[in-house]
Each structure stands twice: as structure tokens, then as C-alpha cells.
């Protein structure tokens, strides 16, 4: 895919999309480290990348409710794409085709595939978790005032949503890395024609039967101008 025809091609993610990806992802970063650093002994040391322990517990849960914010705006935004069709569970079932890179074998899919759907959905799940139980564990503002059983629950919650959270991430990372065009879609923001109706089949058809629509619509239009005196 060369940069001549990314630059022509099919606008993917927008610019406020990009932007609220890559802060929302910086800041999943950042509550990982500051996170493990209180999490197991061996990772205190991440704390002086935030300037000691204090500052760490500080930031922590200020970054927190800044990424969920972000987060839930995405979310919304895109909730109708991540809807699982029925084309998505075939991909599911075929996931042994998707790993082996067999994308002949595969049924056509929409602007997101079945694991990206997935990815979605864990985060849809686990972002709220982590930002309530967090919110239970915030001290001084909140923990001093809980009992000693919720203060409990919601750090083994929190620990196992993270975990979760940080894996599906990890998988999310190394998907995009694999698929070539997937990281230059999220920073240039546009992907050849050849890649999208290769990899998003009938996204791909949903654009071209949308930029023939609104041709359509134009040409009258121009023709009504072109008739007047």
C-alpha cells in the first residue's frame, strides 16, 4: 500500500477520532504503570516516572476519570459499529482461517471484524468497573469514608478488571501491528481503496454506494445552475 494511494483513498478516522484514541490510549498507559507500581512490590520503582509514591497516588485517579471521560465519548460514538451481525459470528467461528492469515476463506465484515467488536465490548465492560471501584478506593476524598469490606471489594475488582483490560490491550496492539495499514489508518487517518475492500469488504461498499449517492445528488444540482441565464 503505497502513500500515494493512502493519501487518495477512503477516510477511516477522522482527526477528533485519532486524537481521542491515541489520549485515551496514553492514558491507559500511564494508569498501567502508575498502577503496577502499587500493585506488586517488584513495580514500585514505575513511581518516579510520576515524581515519588505521593505524586503517583495523586495522578492516579485524576488520569482515571479523564480517560473515562474521553472513553465514553468514543463509545457512544461508536456503539452502532461495534453491533455484533450475523456475519460476525461466522468470522468467530472461523478464527483458525484468521489466524492462519487465510482472508479468502472469510465471510465479508463491516467497518470492524468480530475481534475488534470484542475489544470494544471488554472495554465498554471494564472502563466502568475500573472507574467506580477506583472512585471507591480515592483517598482522602472517598476511601476514608468507606468500610473496610467495600475498600476490599473494590481493589480485588478493580485489580482483576485491570487485568483483564490490560490483556485485551496487549492482543488490541498486537492486531494492529499485525494487520499492515491498521496503525498508518489510526495516524493518517485513511486507507486505500485495495486495503479496505480487502480487509472491510462491506464498509467498503457502504462508501462507494454513499460517495455514487451524493454524486447523484449533486449532479442535478450543477446541471440547475448551468441552465440559468
Same mark, same amino acid.
Given at each position: 500500500m503505497s502513500h500515494s494511494n493512502v493519501r487518495h483513498g477512503i477516510l477511516r478516522y477522522g482527526w477528533w477520532t485519532r486524537t481521542n484514541h491515541w489520549i485515551v490510549a496514553i492514558c491507559f498507559v500511564l494508569l498501567t504503570l502508575s498502577g503496577l507500581a502499587f500493585f506488586y512490590p517488584a513495580f514500585f520503582g514505575l513511581t518516579a516516572l510520576f515524581g515519588g509514591p505521593e505524586q503517583t497516588r495523586i495522578v492516579h485517579p485524576y488520569i482515571g476519570v479523564f480517560m473515562s471521560v474521553l472513553f465514553a465519548i468514543q463509545a457512544v460514538r461508536f456503539f452502532g459499529d461495534n453491533l455484533f451481525r450475523r456475519h460476525d459470528v461466522q468470522w468467530t467461528r472461523q478464527i483458525r482461517d484468521v489466524l492462519t492469515n487465510r482472508d479468502e476463506r472469510l465471510p465479508a465484515v463491516g467497518?470492524?471484524?468480530?475481534?475488534?467488536? *470484542? +475489544?470494544?465490548? @471488554?472495554? =465498554?465492560?471494564?472502563?466502568? #468497573?475500573? *472507574? +467506580?471501584?477506583? @472512585?471507591? =478506593?480515592?483517598?482522602?476524598? #472517598?476511601?476514608?469514608?468507606?468500610?473496610?469490606?467495600?475498600?476490599?471489594?473494590?481493589?480485588?475488582?478493580?485489580?482483576?478488571?485491570?487485568?483483564?483490560?490490560?490483556?485485551?490491550?496487549?492482543?488490541h496492539i498486537y492486531s494492529a501491528i499485525w494487520v499492515k495499514g491498521s496503525v498508518r489508518a489510526m495516524t493518517q487517518g485513511r486507507v486505500s481503496h485495495a486495503w479496505a475492500k480487502h480487509h472491510h469488504p462491506l464498509w467498503y461498499e457502504d462508501v462507494m454506494r454513499n460517495r455514487k449517492t451524493d454524486a447523484e445528488s449533486a449532479r442535478p444540482n450543477s446541471e440547475t445552475q448551468q441552465e440559468r441565464p
Open positions: 467497518k470492524n471484524n468480530a475481534g475488534q467488536k *470484542l +475489544v470494544y465490548w @471488554i472495554f =465498554l465492560a471494564t472502563v466502568p #468497573i475500573l *472507574l +467506580v471501584t477506583g @472512585i471507591v =478506593l480515592w483517598r482522602p476524598w #472517598i476511601a476514608n469514608d468507606m468500610p473496610v469490606w467495600a475498600l476490599r471489594w473494590a481493589v480485588t475488582i478493580h485489580a482483576y478488571a485491570a487485568f483483564i483490560a490490560i490483556i485485551t490491550l496487549v492482543i
